[in-house]
């Protein structure tokens, strides 16, 4: 048996209580930088958003917890004035761990959490822990499978208890992406469908797509062709799904319709009722849109051309540090901040560099670990100068990386002074 590991939840985390009593009405021209500033209300508006486009594309919603990983994010997520689900992917098991110990699971917020990678062996035992936390209080845990040998472990481990159970799976597809999952038209795909019809330990709950490969969209009629290939890859294999469940001898244990789950933020962002009546084919399961970054955003999304600027919810406040007169391409000038590939993550983008500062023509145009470049951008004034000891704000590329870097972050409000005070403190859960 392969050694079973523990998720070390609730430990080594800042108290947001503390972390209020220093931090909240304070302006975020007197914070410590590098420091990551969420805006909520605008935080909201795209949960909202997001809600509504679902609606349109006649799709149920799951949301990703993964860019933010936070209560207070994650209750934005689900509840908004348009809609509300139930439904999670988490990205690490801290994730699931944790949405159990704030209680979204014992109040009903959180009634269905994905575990979205392909199931490690190694962590069976404690998804199994949690699978039995959350049925306690009348939720499920489902996760991704995408080889028969992940089966084939679930059902020695299930055939060593005193009482079996079926894991609700989803099949994970590749729909071309090559990172995780199963090619639909393939042997290998045939074969894993075969194990699981035939499997005491799993009931098949549908087939789930990501077009991570949708971030290369730069027009919503692009983003909408990638959605559609999405469809397409997971409609083929529910189609086959049927075929092989037709033969199994328990077809009663198995999702009926199948779900058909697909998303990413940039195809999320092309769901319509337009994109919706565009689908080809007669879809052989029921639509679940799923997608995370979209409350956030960044400048990887703003170069899709689905959203722009003034939606983008998150940004790193930082300090310029010196100041080089002529030092750059072409005689440009440059700047030192006090915020590097830590603060920012080395994610660039189609629209170059590793953030911008916002209102003026300047990026990050180099990056080391703990201080950045900042060049200027094509174009901008010449004459446009930065003093040593100012403060900017930059949105970088990639939200999620970002995050990451924080221990927590600034909560502000557009409607409240400007978004230029401290209303609230979202601490995220760290590790895996």
Same mark, same amino acid.
């Given at each position: 048996m392969i050694s079973q590991t523990k998720t070390p939840y609730g430990h080594y985390r800042p108290s947001k209580a503390v972390l209020l009593q220093k931090f909240l009405d304070a302006p975020t021209d007197s914070l410590r930088t590098p420091a990551m500033i969420i805006d909520r209300a605008l935080f909201a508006e795209n949960c909202t958003d997001m809600h509504a486009r679902s609606q349109a594309w006649g799709a149920r919603f799951r949301a990703h917890l993964k860019t933010h990983k936070t209560v207070e994010g994650t209750r934005l997520q689900l509840q908004s004035s348009v809609d509300t689900t139930q439904a999670v992917v988490v990205s690490t098991l801290m994730e699931a761990w944790e949405l159990v110990e704030a209680?979204? +699971?014992?109040?009903?917020?959180?009634?269905?959490?994905? *575990? @979205?990678?392909?199931?490690?062996?190694?962590?069976?035992?404690?998804?199994?822990?949690?699978?039995?936390?959350?049925?306690?209080? @009348?939720?499920?845990?489902?996760?991704?499978?995408?080889?028969? #040998?992940? +089966?084939?472990?679930?059902?020695?481990?299930e055939h060593a208890r005193c009482s079996s159970r079926r894991w609700s799976a989803f099949v994970k597809i590749d729909g071309g992406q090559r990172r995780a999952g199963v090619v639909a038209s393939t042997p290998q795909f045939e074969e894993l469908l075969s194990v699981l019809f035939s499997s005491p330990a799993i009931s098949v709950y549908g087939f789930y797509g990501h077009a991570g490969n949708s971030y290369a969209s730069k027009s919503s009629s692009e983003a909408s062709t990638f959605l559609s290939a999405e469809v397409e890859a997971v409609n083929a294999a529910a189609e086959a799904g049927l075929s092989a469940l037709s033969l199994s001898l328990d077809r009663a244990v198995h999702q009926q319709p199948f779900v058909l789950s697909v998303g990413s933020t940039p195809t999320a962002h092309a769901a319509s009722s337009e994109t919706r009546a565009s689908l080809s084919t007669s879809l052989h399961g029921v639509l679940e849109l799923h997608a995370g970054n979209y409350p956030m955003l960044d400048l990887q999304q703003q170069h899709t051309g689905l959203i722009?600027?003034?939606?983008?919810?998150?940004?790193?406040?930082?300090?310029?540090?010196? *100041? *080089?007169?002529?030092? @750059?391409?072409?005689?440009? #000038?440059?700047a030192l901040i006090d915020a590097g590939a830590i603060a920012f993550s080395k994610d660039t983008g189609p629209l170059g560099g590793y953030g911008n500062v916002i209102g003026k023509g300047w990026r990050v145009g180099r990056i080391s670990q703990e201080h950045g470049i900042l060049t200027k951008i094509l174009g901008s004034p010449k004459e446009e100068t930065l003093e040593i000891g100012s403060q900017v704000e930059i949105i970088g590329q990639h939200a999620?990386?970002?995050?990451?870097?924080y221990p927590w972050y600034y909560v502000v409000d557009k409607n409240i002074d400007h978004g230029k005070k401290v209303v609230d403190i979202w601490v995220p859960w760290k590790g895996w």
């Amino acid at each position: 048996m392969i050694s079973q590991t523990k998720t070390p939840y609730g430990h080594y985390r800042p108290s947001k209580a503390v972390l209020l009593q220093k931090f909240l009405d304070a302006p975020t021209d007197s914070l410590r930088t590098p420091a990551m500033i969420i805006d909520r209300a605008l935080f909201a508006e795209n949960c909202t958003d997001m809600h509504a486009r679902s609606q349109a594309w006649g799709a149920r919603f799951r949301a990703h917890l993964k860019t933010h990983k936070t209560v207070e994010g994650t209750r934005l997520q689900l509840q908004s004035s348009v809609d509300t689900t139930q439904a999670v992917v988490v990205s690490t098991l801290m994730e699931a761990w944790e949405l159990v110990e704030a209680g979204l +699971v014992s109040d009903s917020t959180i009634k269905d959490i994905l *575990y @979205g990678l392909p199931i490690a062996i190694n962590k069976v035992a404690d998804l199994s822990d949690l699978w039995d936390k959350i049925s306690n209080n @009348g939720g499920t845990l489902r996760i991704l499978v995408d080889h028969p #040998d992940q +089966v084939k472990f679930l059902e020695k481990f299930e055939h060593a208890r005193c009482s079996s159970r079926r894991w609700s799976a989803f099949v994970k597809i590749d729909g071309g992406q090559r990172r995780a999952g199963v090619v639909a038209s393939t042997p290998q795909f045939e074969e894993l469908l075969s194990v699981l019809f035939s499997s005491p330990a799993i009931s098949v709950y549908g087939f789930y797509g990501h077009a991570g490969n949708s971030y290369a969209s730069k027009s919503s009629s692009e983003a909408s062709t990638f959605l559609s290939a999405e469809v397409e890859a997971v409609n083929a294999a529910a189609e086959a799904g049927l075929s092989a469940l037709s033969l199994s001898l328990d077809r009663a244990v198995h999702q009926q319709p199948f779900v058909l789950s697909v998303g990413s933020t940039p195809t999320a962002h092309a769901a319509s009722s337009e994109t919706r009546a565009s689908l080809s084919t007669s879809l052989h399961g029921v639509l679940e849109l799923h997608a995370g970054n979209y409350p956030m955003l960044d400048l990887q999304q703003q170069h899709t051309g689905l959203i722009n600027e003034k939606k983008i919810a998150q940004r790193v406040r930082t300090t310029v540090v010196s *100041y *080089y007169p002529g030092r @750059g391409e072409g005689g440009e #000038d440059e700047a030192l901040i006090d915020a590097g590939a830590i603060a920012f993550s080395k994610d660039t983008g189609p629209l170059g560099g590793y953030g911008n500062v916002i209102g003026k023509g300047w990026r990050v145009g180099r990056i080391s670990q703990e201080h950045g470049i900042l060049t200027k951008i094509l174009g901008s004034p010449k004459e446009e100068t930065l003093e040593i000891g100012s403060q900017v704000e930059i949105i970088g590329q990639h939200a999620c990386l970002i995050a990451a870097a924080y221990p927590w972050y600034y909560v502000v409000d557009k409607n409240i002074d400007h978004g230029k005070k401290v209303v609230d403190i979202w601490v995220p859960w760290k590790g895996w």
